[in-house]
């Protein structure tokens, strides 16, 4: 199991910017595919972003899409989740994940840490 721990949330103004960094706790970190999930105030947590073993190939939800960038350093063992735009509706638990699996329709990863606070509001 992958041990996650997530940094960098925060408050922010609409329109802001803020970056969250994972680092994860293994030998194989480009064994994993990482990924962010979230979870807004009485909402269902959902997919934000995720990328491959090498970060060749990414995917976000709609709802970000040209606005957030994951990318990840497989020599620090660290994936970043950089939000540029951000909206009030971006407000949520911020979950870092790792998984072996290419992500698909419905992923579910397997390790996740503990979650990092984004709040957007003015």
Request: glycine share 10%; net charge positive.
């Amino acid at each position: 199991q992958v041990q996650l721990v997530e940094s960098g949330g925060g408050l922010v103004q609409p329109g802001g910017s803020l970056r969250l960094s994972c680092a994860a706790s293994t030998d194989n970190f480009s064994n994993y595919c990482m990924g962010w999930f979230r979870r807004a105030p009485g909402k269902e947590r959902e997919f934000v972003a995720a990328l491959s073993w090498s970060g060749g190939s990414t995917f976000y939800a709609d709802s970000v899409k040209g606005r957030f960038t994951i990318s990840r350093d497989n020599t620090k063992n660290t994936v970043y989740l950089q939000m540029n735009s951000l909206k009030p509706e971006d407000t949520a638990v911020y979950y870092c994940t790792a998984d072996p699996r290419l992500p698909r329709s419905g992923w579910i990863p397997r390790d996740w840490g503990q979650g990092t606070q984004v709040t957007v509001s003015s």
